[in-house]
């Protein structure tokens, strides 16, 4: 099995940075494909951005040229660097992943895996 954890959250003022962490502990495994979600109170969690294993982008709109999201493989690590923050970008920030999981040289899918979230607050 695997745990993804998130870190890097915290209390930021308004036009100021942070990058979030989400790692993956286990064995036995590689990452597919990884995403961002956030959730604000009272509100639906949404996408802000996603990573395919080949490192094939995609954003939310009111994020684009703002944020940004890779992975390191060799760390099972994925980050999303986010810049220019805005009381609006508060939220918890969810990581998303899905795994292959191997017996020998035989992989398997996996479902979707979500962190335990990690709180970005931004102020005025």
């Known amino acids: 099995q695997v745990q993804l954890v998130e870190s890097g959250g915290g209390l930021v003022q308004s036009g100021g940075s942070l990058r979030l962490s989400c790692a993956a502990a286990g064995s036995n495994f590689k990452i597919n494909n990884m995403a961002w979600y956030r959730e604000a109170p009272g509100e639906q969690r949404e996408l802000v951005a996603s990573i395919t294993s080949m490192n094939t982008t995609n954003y939310a709109d009111s994020v684009k040229g703002r944020f940004a999201i890779s992975r390191d493989d060799s760390k099972n690590t994925m980050y999303l660097q986010m810049n220019g923050l805005t009381p609006e970008d508060t939220a918890v920030y969810y990581c998303?992943?899905?795994?292959?999981?191997?017996?020998?040289?035989?992989?398997?899918?996996?479902?979707?895996?979500w962190g335990q979230g990690t709180q970005v607050t931004v102020s005025s």
């Open positions: 998303k992943a899905d795994f292959f999981f191997y017996r020998g040289m035989v992989g398997a899918s996996s479902g979707d895996y």
